[in-house]
């Protein structure tokens, strides 16, 4: 008790240091936090991309696929696969994959041929959100259409233009028809923006002559639920069969997922570098204090304090400051990320910039959790701690007799 | 020396050599020395003659080069530095020269602080300390933090936290170094008083034969030993330390 009255006081003895750090502290913990809520954003944005339009959070699909995608590799009882799922509280939904070429008036491209089931992806995945212009696929209309925004470019079409559609079906016959742009995507993903032509589910199976199975099954998790928990209870609920995979999207892509993972690790990177700086600023201004009160040192431990509450409330007086700061911290930095999460930066011409196949957003919001603002604030306190231990220690194992010459 | 069973402080030949770079100085040279419960002595003698280094190894805050030093029984020597902070927080009361106090504290925390380490209870902390500070004449300052008091009144407050904890001896080195000798008198007269009335023992250094005079044994150092042991009447002052130093 005594050890903590005496270290508060003498943080306000030499009240302009003391002020100083603690504003170095509360600065260094300001930028942390909006730094580590914008981080967190990206880093959750990306993956958001990344799961909602193309990957899911887990998927399901026949083991070859991913390595040699053939039209003949696919998950054939998708749909009690799906309802299974379902059933369990996941949202799943079927996607069907193929090549073509697609063309519009003098000009062609080939075309990545996705089948989808409207309202069933619509409930689980975000590309129906995703549409730039025109309207999202609708079985009632089969030969309506959803493409690419590079695509429509590249085609020069717009909405309720024709593109013609050339392939091969499943029967070795050459499938062929006119369809419609009944809607343009926004840039999401660069495979689907370049070349991706949405049908709907049945019109893709009539087309390519393919009556039954999925080519991969999409599943989104709760958010709360750990990804690698998730991909094992869908295992356990697919049913362990011969020829079928079910995999993490970290594990379908991994290199988009270590990407997104070296984002993050940036984080820390960052933080040491302002944290070392803050780090020298409190270790000096400790130094100086102890330099300071070396005699009293002396003193203290001629009437019998022992090294272990000197160094105690050596410390106690650098976690005090870093109280201080955290609540300024926090305080100042609650209403400024709050809007950085709600209302975001926009990045302006950065906005549809393309970065590993990501697409940055328009707007580019914070993200904060939990974790988010306890890293920075957890941080704060091992740096203090650190940076206060050598002088703590200085100032407890003195010698009473030479701190007691001293001045 | 006074009679009252076995010494609580004995020092059998102590020497302290210190190295200055290449130069040995020996601040002691065997001194012997014996203080029973109750005495009031006071080491004297000329400048560099041992006495700080002397208070230092009974305070347990040195070691001797050579030689005992012994605390009621306790050889020092053999104590882990844990047992010496408790010995010194529990046995031993310092008062020194100046800058005696914890300048965050006030005079109240400050007579207190040692006790709050003893984990004394808060209510017979504040009744001792309340008491102690009217005795030594500093009743209704106790608010006031070190740089608000005179030296006179910094040295009381000293000497309450030393008395406070209840220690086996006040040790002081040139107490009333930094202060006029009125207010000298008036600390003498509360650490006799204080000697007389609850038989804690001081042992103190002085240069200040006006001080020496409430001293009721006299050790006079020379070159580290010690040179006369005298016992006299408090308030008499020996004619041998007239012609000394008067
Ligand atoms: N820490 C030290 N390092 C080196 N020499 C020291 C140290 N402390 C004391 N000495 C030397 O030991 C001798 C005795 O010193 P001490 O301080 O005990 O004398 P003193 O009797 O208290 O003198 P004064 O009356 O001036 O206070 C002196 O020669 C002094 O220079
Ligand atoms: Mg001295």
Redesign the pocket.
């Known amino acids: 008790m005594i050890i903590l009255k005496m270290a508060w006081r003498n943080v306000w003895r030499n009240s302009r240091r003391s002020s100083i750090t603690i504003a170095a502290m509360t600065l260094a913990l300001f930028v942390e936090l909006l730094y580590a809520g914008m981080v967190a954003g990206l880093v959750y944005g990306m993956e958001e991309d990344a799961t909602a339009y193309e990957l899911g959070d887990v998927q399901v699909f026949s083991e070859g696929y991913l390595t040699k995608p053939s039209l003949y590799d696919a998950v054939e009882d998708d749909e009690a696969i799906v309802s299974r799922l379902r059933e369990a509280g996941f949202r799943a939904t079927g996607r069907l994959y193929s090549g073509g070429l697609g063309a519009a008036g003098e000009l062609s491209s080939g075309v990545a041929l996705v089948g989808i089931d409207p309202e069933g992806d619509a409930a689980t995945m975000e590309l129906h959100a995703a549409i730039g212009e025109g309207e999202w696929l609708d079985a009632a209309d089969p030969k309506g259409i959803v493409i690419g925004r590079g695509l429509a470019r590249t085609l020069a079409l717009g909405l309720g233009d024709e593109l013609i559609v050339l392939g091969q079906a499943s029967d070795g016959s050459v499938a062929n028809e006119v369809y419609k742009v009944r809607g343009i995507l926004m840039s999401v993903a660069a495979g689907l923006d370049r070349g991706g032509v949405l049908l709907t589910e049945g019109e893709f199976r009539e087309l390519m002559v393919f009556p039954t199975g999925s080519h991969k099954i999409f599943v989104r998790k709760p958010v709360e639920q750990p990804l690698d928990l998730a991909r094992d209870e869908i295992a356990a609920l697919v049913g362990a069969r011969d020829g079928v995979s079910v995999k993490t999207w970290k594990e379908v892509s991994p290199f988009l997922a270590q990407y997104i993972d070296s984002v993050a690790g940036v984080i820390v990177v960052v933080y040491l570098i302002v944290y070392l700086a803050v780090g020298i600023l409190i270790l000096n201004a400790m130094l100086m204090a102890v330099f300071e009160r070396i005699r009293e040192f002396g003193v203290l431990k001629a009437i019998g304090y022992g090294p272990g509450q000197v160094l105690g409330m050596m410390v106690a007086e650098g976690m005090l400051q870093a109280v201080v700061a955290t609540a300024l911290g926090v305080t100042l930095a609650l209403p400024v990320g709050w809007y950085l999460q709600e209302v975001g930066v926009n990045v302006g011409t950065l906005g549809g910039m393309q970065m590993a196949g990501m697409t940055m957003p328009p707007v580019w919001n914070a993200y904060y959790t939990l974790e988010t603002t306890r890293v920075p604030v957890i941080m704060l306190f091992v740096i203090v701690l650190g940076a206060v231990i050598y002088p703590a220690v200085k100032a407890a194992w003195i010698s009473p ?2 701190a007691m ?1 001293h001045r | 020396m006074t009679s009252n069973g076995t010494p609580i402080l004995q020092l059998d030949g102590v020497t ?1 050599v ?3 770079g290449d130069i040995e ?4 040279r065997g001194l012997d020395l014996a203080v029973n419960q109750g005495e009031f002595v006071a ?1 004297w ?12 190894l009974i305070g347990a805050l040195d070691s001797p080069t050579e030689g005992s030093v012994k605390l009621e029984g306790r050889e020092l020597s053999k104590l882990s530095r844990r047992e010496l902070s408790a010995m010194r927080r529990d046995r031993i009361g310092f008062v020194f020269q100046a800058y005696n106090l914890i300048p965050v504290l006030t005079a109240y925390e400050n007579a207190e602080s040692v006790m709050a380490l003893q984990g004394v209870p808060p209510k017979e902390r504040r009744d001792r300390v309340m008491k102690l500070l009217a005795d030594v004449g500093l009743g209704g300052m106790e608010h006031r933090r070190p740089h608000e008091l005179s030296g006179g009144q910094q040295q009381r407050v000293a000497i309450a936290r030393a008395i406070a904890s209840n220690p086996a001896v006040v040790l002081a ?2 107490p009333t170094a930094n202060v006029d000798s009125a207010t000298a008198e008036k600390l003498l007269d509360i650490m006799a008083k204080l000697n007389a009335e609850q038989g804690v023992t001081f042992v103190f ?1 002085t ?1 200040d034969p006006r001080v020496m005079r409430y001293a009721k044994r006299l050790v006079g ?1 020379v070159d ?1 030993a010690v040179d006369t042991d005298i016992e006299k009447a408090q308030g008499e002052l020996d004619p041998e330390m007239v012609a000394l130093g008067g």
């Open positions: 007799v030479e010459h | 302290k210190f190295h200055q100085v020996r601040a002691l080491l003698g000329p400048s560099g003659s041992g006495k700080t280094t002397a208070l230092n080195d040139e250094s240069h150092l580290g």
